[in-house]
């Protein structure tokens, strides 16, 4: 399984970003996927997760109303669409794919990662 992330860059705050993830390999459509995020410095987290079916889950109350995930099964495409960027969105951004088909904020349920692709927001 690999997942090969992009769209990164640098932004200015209240720009905008839309990283996208393809999936290839064996992988089922019926995972659950994620992106995490890791600043320098601090743990990886959870940005968003999305269920086999849709259903969206977003941890952080710091992103909610700005970023928004969605999928694409016909092409195992993942994206997250960032709005109103903020300099501490500032991260490495990872997608991952999930053991099962329920998004899932438990870390040790994602064994596939993409490499992570650099979100710059500047002030």
């Known amino acids: 399984v690999q997942l090969q992330a992009s769209g990164g860059g640098l932004v200015q705050a209240g720009g905008s970003l839309r990283l996208s993830c393809v999936a290839s390999?064996?992988?089922?459509?019926?995972?659950?996927m994620g992106w995490y995020r890791q600043a320098p410095g601090k743990q990886r987290e959870l940005v968003a997760a999305?269920?086999?079916?849709?259903?969206?889950?977003y941890p952080l109350n710091s992103v909610k109303g700005r970023f928004a995930i969605s999928r694409d099964n016909a092409k195992n495409a993942v994206y997250l669409q960032m709005n109103n960027l903020k300099p501490e969105d500032t991260a490495a951004y990872y997608c991952?794919?999930?053991?099962?088909?329920?998004?899932?904020?438990?870390?040790?349920?994602?064994?596939?990662w993409g490499r992570g692709t650099l979100v710059t927001v500047s002030s």
């Open positions: 390999g064996d992988i089922s459509t019926l995972n659950a």
């Open positions: 991952a794919s999930a053991r099962g088909s329920a998004a899932t904020t438990d870390i040790s349920r994602y064994p596939y």
């Open positions: 999305v269920s086999s079916g849709g259903n969206t889950h």
